[in-house]
């Protein structure tokens, strides 16, 4: 049987977990990582793909529409940041990004509107649209980038109530307090009535339908949320990652890996994001320092990276055909296995695997 | 039926006037009426292929007949969209079963409750108390259904999971689930075997009796048809054949010319 839940939608296994993960956020990471190395490399963008993964999650493992296109939304974000800061200094940095992620919502609506009439991969297709036309659009109007010529724009400092946040750990901080908030937030609204209206337009809209649900409005709903959460994920990838902003860092090859993120991590999971962000951010780290660590350098740099792409096809592939679900439900299944705990939730989706 | 009825039979409720129905140059109905009495339990009856589930459709919103109109509670229903015609207070099911296979049983059941609930993103996202006594108290109904439908044990299965029978019930939930004044289902039975039949025959009927929900079924066992309904539309080739208490339907020659197949000039 499920736990039952005491606090909102949290049980109390969710909460212990909730807890100890933001205690190992805050306090025992800070305390035990030294390295700038690891704070600007790892734990930074991990967040930051990991918030953006959160809002593919939305739209694809949620409302099951299925879009690619994150990475444009993320240019739109990290750009509407850069223009508030540069033209509206004196507006507090949190608020900042709130509305650089309403930006990113507003165009998450306008290129959501083709789910209203197509589906499938005919979407992915519609969807494509935001991801070229946002990075287009940049590059073409100077405005965007205030005419610089260099093509490299150095982002902004960080300045909340006049502390300027600059150093790798400081970045850090700001990253992981924004990106569990929005997390806590992404588990309520999934565990809650948005999140099963989305579920139910993804198994069944016809049923969802006459069940009083509005299609329009729920898969809009969908779009905009998880344009927010990448246009979010895409500012702080900027101003706290690359530290510069150029729309070549936001193309295509982004949003695909956002993508995996979401199908390796597990469908319609908030951890799924996590996880797979996780993976396929390390996987190159771990694959490259394995590879010179046991055959010394043997083995050609580009044929580590020609491996490091098989293996992610090949991963994809078979997680699609035994794991549907993911490495969030691997996970499951070996916490079940260890502890002899449930893993069954109410709320994660069963058989992914539609043999069509 | 010896059951004793809180709600007696009223006037009408639905009313489909001269509706008809084409797909292309296939005549789904055609110039097709009949009324729905308040609290009453209705059958709609014909061979396969003869647009019952057309009919359904049309009334639902997901199909808009040609010509004719469909009046609910004096009210023409002329917005069709099945989301406008769940909010007037028509629910239903579906003949192949449209559960949302991923999600749980009492999820199921719960995006029945959907127009019993209205807090926006922001309220559950922030979970504000207007949203966290909403989802409580849905809830507590939601649980209510399933002690009714005896399907305790399977609550937290994925429906996807169930087999075809309990399937059947959990869609009956969700229906449920919406408390509309009136409930399409649309061949609840069909697939079961008699103790499943007799099952479900129990639920509808108590649920009429207790709550007054106004119900259509299409339904092809003529014992089931004969036993729970107070009237019965035969449909034929998207025609009315014939209209009335399950006795007077059971003796007319059009419903036994239909059935055993006599020719058709």
């Known amino acids: 049987m499920t736990s039952k839940p005491i606090l909102g939608p949290y049980s109390q296994g969710d909460i212990l977990r909730l807890g100890a993960a933001m205690a190992v956020t805050f306090l025992v990471l800070p305390l035990i990582i030294q390295s700038d190395y690891w704070y600007s490399s790892i734990l930074i963008p991990w967040l930051c793909l990991a918030l953006a993964a959160i809002g593919q999650q939305f739209v694809m493992g949620y409302a099951g529409q299925l879009a690619l296109g994150a990475a444009g939304f993320m240019a739109a974000g990290a750009f509407a940041l850069y223009n508030i800061e540069l033209r509206l200094p004196w507006m507090p940095f949190p608020l900042a990004l709130f509305f650089s992620g309403l930006i990113a919502a507003a165009l998450g609506v306008l290129f959501g509107l083709p789910s209203l009439r197509v589906r499938g991969i005919y979407l992915m297709v519609a969807t494509l649209a935001a991801q070229f036309f946002i990075i287009w659009t940049i590059d073409k109007f100077g405005w965007f980038k205030n005419y610089d010529t260099s093509g490299i724009i150095t982002a902004q400092d960080i300045v909340i109530f006049g502390h300027a946040f600059t150093s790798p750990l400081e970045m850090y901080l700001v990253v992981a307090a924004v990106v569990t908030v929005l997390t806590i937030l992404a588990i309520n609204m999934t565990r809650g009535s948005v999140g099963r209206n989305w579920m139910a337009v993804r198994d069944m809209d016809i049923a969802a339908e006459s069940m009083g649900i509005s299609l329009l409005r729920t898969k809009l709903q969908a779009f905009a949320l998880s344009a927010f959460y990448c246009g979010v994920a895409g500012a702080l990838f900027a101003f706290t990652y690359l530290k510069s902003l150029e729309p070549v860092a936001f193309d295509i090859k982004l949003s695909f890996q956002i993508l995996f993120m979401v199908i390796l991590g597990g469908l319609g999971t908030i951890n799924g994001a996590f996880i797979g962000a996780g993976f396929i951010l390390l996987f190159p780290v771990v694959l490259n320092t394995v590879g010179n660590a046991w055959f010394h350098g043997m083995i050609d740099a580009t044929i580590i990276s020609a491996i490091e792409q098989v293996v992610f096809g090949a991963l994809i592939i078979l997680f699609l055909i035994y794991e549907p679900l993911g490495m969030a439900k691997l996970w499951e299944k070996l916490r079940a296995r260890t502890f002899g705990m449930s893993a069954v939730r109410p709320t994660v989706p069963a058989d992914l695997a539609q043999k069509p | ?265």
Do not use: W
């Not at chain 2, 007696?8 to 409720?13: D, F, H, L, N, Y």
């Not at chain 2, 639902?60 to 769940?86: H, M």
């Not at chain 2, 054949?241 to 036994?256: H, K, L, M, S, W």
């Open chain 2, 1 to 265: 039926m010896t059951q004793v009825r809180n709600f007696s039979i009223g006037g009408p409720v639905l009313e489909v006037q001269n509706i008809s129905l084409r797909f292309g140059g296939v005549k789904a109905i055609t110039d097709t009426s009949f009324k729905v009495l308040m609290h009453e339990i209705r059958a709609i009856i014909g061979p396969n292929g003869a647009g019952k589930s057309s009919l359904l459709n049309c009334i639902n919103g997901i199909y808009k007949p040609q010509e004719g109109k469909i009046l609910f509670k004096g009210e023409v229903l002329d917005r069709i969209s099945p989301n406008i015609i769940a909010r007037k207070g028509i629910s239903r099911t579906f003949q192949n079963l449209a559960l949302f296979k991923r999600m749980s049983v009492i999820d199921n059941i719960l995006v029945g409750r959907r127009l019993h609930m209205s807090a926006n993103f922001l309220q559950v996202a922030f979970q504000t108390p207007a949203a966290t006594r909403e989802e409580r108290e849905n809830r507590e109904r939601c649980e209510e259904i399933v002690d009714f439908l005896e399907i305790r044990d399977i609550r937290d299965t994925p429906v996807g999971r169930l087999p075809y029978g309990l399937q059947k019930k959990v869609e009956l939930g969700r229906a449920l689930a919406t408390e509309a004044d009136v409930l399409l289902l649309d061949e609840p039975m069909a697939g079961m075997n008699v103790e499943e039949k007799r099952e479900m025959c129990r639920f509808i009927l108590k649920v009429n009796d207790e709550l007054g929900t106004t119900m259509v079924l299409i339904e092809h066992d003529m014992g089931v048809v004969m036993d729970i309904s107070d009237n019965v539309v035969v449909l034929d080739y998207g025609k009315i054949i014939a209209d009335g208490p399950p006795e007077a339907v059971r003796t007319n020659q059009n419903v036994i010319d239909a059935y055993l197949g006599v020719a058709h000039d």
